[in-house]
């Protein structure tokens, strides 16, 4: 289903020649991961380590863990190295789908009728496939773009949760949006940045789905927690801990607006988010997430109270209006 290039990373282990490593993948690649510690173990004899702490992205390597166990290498399976981030101690493996496309592109078409513009995203287990799918589209007769990446992302194409700038780059350029993968989170995301017609088609379970009603749904409640921090008087602010999350000039930026409109105001430094623990600051009012927006988008449900973004937070304070956080057209 997925193929991991083995050679690559023995390539990349012979150049770093690393004594004790620690790999790091997200669940669903946890088998990958011990494979992989098999392989290194048995070609280059080093000391290896499987992290068994959660990781949702390329920007939550272990450097503590990394530091305390002496290890030497880090290597992160699952997603494209984020710029920046790939230092030499880090070692990024991409995973990709093997699956092919085909039937899911042609599975897709019957909604994409009455657009004929088509921008096409994908996060990295699909970016292999991408280009037949624009193939398979165009024998349908659709006029295929993609994009290109600004800021986290790597491959024309690929989006991240924090990162959907391949699909802002060709917005005004399309009528609607093809996101092939697993998931709604990014789709969503494409959906509010650019504000256009978004589908999303699952390689693996063949499901279509059209982002309008979920776009719907997910504003109201958005929109229904800016309402209940309108009169809030104390806030927290979610300061993410992960090597790639943390933003101190917009926690920073952030409480000063706060404070500045009479609001109390504590810094939450934390490095998973946890609806338990958070429920546990009673006098919180409203949590402002300045980590992963996944937080925001998709976790935030889990906890009874508002955990808004920074630009929500802002409406809710008047300086910014609700219409200007998110495209429509
Ligand atoms: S901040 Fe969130 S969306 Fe961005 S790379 Fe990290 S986990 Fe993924």
Redesign the pocket.
């Known amino acids: 289903m997925f193929t991991v290039d083995y050679e690559k990373i023995s390539a990349g282990i012979e150049r770093y020649n690393p004594r004790c490593v620690l790999i790091q993948a997200p669940e669903g690649f946890s088998e990958y991961a011990l494979k992989l510690a098999d392989l290194i173990r048995d070609r280059f004899g080093c000391r290896v380590y499987v992290s068994a702490d959660p990781c949702?992205?390329?920007?939550?390597l272990p450097y503590d863990a990394a530091r305390k166990l002496s290890v030497d290498l880090i290597i992160h399976m699952g997603h494209a190295a984020?710029p920046g981030m790939d230092s030499n101690r880090v070692l990024y493996v991409e995973v990709r789908s093997d699956l092919d496309v085909k039937q899911a592109v042609s599975k897709a078409m019957s909604i994409l009728k009455g657009y004929r513009k088509i921008g096409l995203v994908t996060i990295v287990q699909h970016i292999g496939k991408l280009m037949e799918a624009k193939r398979i589209l165009e024998e349908y007769g659709k006029i295929v773009y993609i994009g290109k990446p600004r800021f986290?992302a790597i491959y024309e194409g690929q989006i991240?949760?924090?990162?959907t700038s391949a699909a802002e780059d060709i917005a005004d350029d399309v009528d609607a949006f093809l996101y092939i993968g697993g998931g709604l989170f990014h789709p969503l995301g494409v959906a509010l940045a650019t504000g256009k017609p978004t589908f999303a088609v699952d390689p693996f379970t063949l499901q279509v789905t059209d982002l309008k009603d979920v776009k719907r749904r997910f504003l109201a409640k958005r929109y229904a927690s800016i309402v209940k921090a309108v009169d809030a008087r104390i806030f927290g602010i979610l300061l993410g801990l992960?090597p790639?999350?943390m933003d101190l000039d917009k926690v920073r930026e952030i409480e000063y607006l706060l404070r500045e409109h009479g609001k109390t105001v504590y810094i939450l430094p934390m490095h998973i988010f946890d609806p338990d623990i958070l429920s546990s600051f009673r006098s919180i009012e409203v949590f402002v997430n300045t980590?992963?927006?996944?937080l925001a988008l998709e976790d935030s449900f889990r906890i009874d109270k508002p955990v808004l973004n920074p630009s929500e937070v802002m409406v809710a304070l008047g300086v910014r209006r609700w219409d200007e956080l998110f495209r429509d057209t």
């Not at 991240?160 to 990162?163: E, H, N």
């Not at 980590?291 to 996944?294: E, F, I, S, V």
């Open positions: 949702f992205g390329a920007c939550m984020i986290r991240l949760g924090c990162d992960q790639g999350q980590a992963c927006p996944r």
